[in-house]
């Protein structure tokens, strides 16, 4: 059986918390699918499709990766896509607990699922999409806390 895992999210942008754990995962699973859920009641910085190309160019040249994005239950999308684990990374108690009641959410819903956390690295507990976002609002640099090579669109 293989072993296919599920990275959710909408890397409104990508993070190097978000890329580590990535990549540290890859000795867990046969392959794993980078999705952007698209939820329309968030209001996102970055298009869809910059977010989309910002991951496919970050992981291309790793085959085990597979970068797309998803409308609807993360559940829905895992059947369809034969997938058995949805990976999380927690940087925080607060993530913990949030991230577990999905998780436990997601198992009463979808019995074949199991949720795997991977602990962020220390260096990057203090990055979130939300903070990054604000910094890049308000004409900060943000190249320190995003992966190598995101061309950024110009601020607005």
Known sequence: MNRNALFPGS????????????LRSLD???????????NAEKKYLFPLELR??????????????RVTSYEGLTTDFCK?????YILRGL???????FERSIGQMN???????????????????ALSSSII????????????YIPDNMQLPPVK
Do not use: C, M
């Open 11 to 22: 890397f409104d942008p990508i993070t190097k918390g978000h890329e580590s754990v990535i």
């Open 28 to 38: 867990l699973f046969d392959t794993l699918t980078i999705a952007i859920g698209i």
């Open 52 to 65: 989309l190309n910002w991951l496919k160019t970050i992981f291309a040249g790793i085959p085990k990766i």
């Open 80 to 84: 369809k896509n034969d997938i058995q």
């Open 91 to 97: 940087r925080t108690s607060a993530d913990f607990e």
């Open 107 to 125: 198992k009463k819903i979808y019995p074949g699922i199991e949720t795997v956390f991977l602990l962020a690295l220390p260096e990057f507990n």
């Open 133 to 144: 976002r604000d910094i890049y609002r308000n004409g900060g640099d943000i190249t320190p």
